[in-house]
């Protein structure tokens, strides 16, 4: 399996950590492995959390494990007299000043700098968290990969913007490749990132991306997966998990921009996605009519309210697919999409720890896993995605085999 593994790296990291901030940012907590045995150790991870249900085949790595972030955000705040930005130290609101990070987009970081020293030229300041005074707070940056659009977010705590059009130019000046500027106000005493006030300075205040063969807008506040190579990849799996024919009614649940939703549509004869975050919705309705995707609906609600709803309704889907935060899909949710019963499901996780606990209530109700499969979105740190594929369809015992985790895990130490 090791082997296996080195098919997907370009290059052996060395054995020592490379990133100056690594003691006290903590955003990286694999830093210290190579990336072989980074790979290694989240295989692990994934056979002792889901091997019993059935083999998990062999984690997709990265060639290029670096840079890979299409999402930056950074802290800005002040120590003495001087302006600092970058990343809280974890568990703490305490700001690690960062210039660049292994695991960022090189612009974005760039972008952040510049951003800093303008601060600093226009005589404006960053925001004091315990006074709640100062201008800047956040600067959030999301770039895409092959548009190569970038957005700048900046988020104020109050909407009067000092010499806006000159800081504005300012800017675009030494980086002419941003396509918009959008300012935010967040004036809550909150550990979020974003209020609920925007206004677009420069350009049309979204980007657009390219995944899939598709086009999707994005929006400061939605959603979007912040590493586009390995999204292709997650999926390009979860799509040949679920082998449409073009006559399966599909559901999206948790759909986010509609990202998977309209992947599927192309092989499915109608699929509705389901999302909470009004936000991602209005940008799901625009990506489809961007796409010209008529057989797809997004309907914007709680996926678990909205399950109970269709199981009460006696509405049929032949395939779910679900790709819910961290916490995992609801009882009342899973309840439903047993009552619902469709063919087969399509099970997209970023915690393998939820997803084996909602794995052992599906797999009591009648479903079978088929398929499971990890694929390393975060390279460097703890968290890694898993497909899983479940049906109701009756089918031969298999004989796992688990004499390697020993092995593996003797080697990711």
Known sequence: ??????????????????????????????????????????????????????????????????????????????????????????????????????????????????????????????????????????????????????????????????????????????????????????????????????????????????????????????????NPIQTEVLYGKAMEFAALTGNETVLDAYCGTGTIGMIASKNAKSVVGVELNPDAVKDAVTNAKLNGVENIEFICDDAGKFMVRAAENGEKFDTVIMDPPRAGASLEFLRSLVTLSPKKIVYISCNPETQARDLSFLTRKGYKVRRIQPVDMFPHTEHVESVVCLSREKADDYIRISVHTKDLQAKAN
């Open 1 to 226: 399996m090791q082997a296996n593994i080195k098919k997907h790296i370009k290059t052996e990291n060395d054995k020592k950590p490379q990133c100056p901030h690594r003691k006290k940012c903590g955003g990286c907590q694999l830093q210290n492995l190579s990336y072989e045995k980074q790979l290694s150790f989240k295989q692990v991870k994934v056979i002792k959390l889901l091997g019993r249900y059935h083999h998990v085949c062999e984690i997709i790595g990265m060639e290029n494990p670096y840079h890979y972030r299409n999402k930056v955000q950074a802290a800005f705040g002040e120590r003495g007299k001087e302006i600092i930005s970058g990343v809280y130290q974890s568990s703490t609101h305490n700001i690690v000043p960062v210039d660049s990070c292994m695991i960022e987009d090189q612009k974005a970081d760039e972008i952040i700098v510049t951003i800093r020293k303008l601060l600093k030229s226009f005589k404006m300041r960053a925001f004091n968290d315990v006074t709640m005074k100062g201008f800047l707070r956040h600067v959030l940056i999301k770039r895409g990969f092959a548009s190569g659009e970038i957005m700048v977010v900046l988020v104020t705590a109050v909407m009067d913007f000092p010499k806006e059009s000159q800081f504005v130019n300012a800017l675009l000046s030494r980086h002419p490749e941003i396509t918009t500027i959008v300012q935010n106000v967040n004036n809550k005493r909150t550990s979020l990132v974003l209020g609920e006030q925007s206004r677009v300075l420069y350009g049309d205040g979204y980007i657009e991306e390219h995944l899939c063969g598709l086009k999707f807008r994005i929006s400061p506040k939605a959603f979007y997966q912040i």
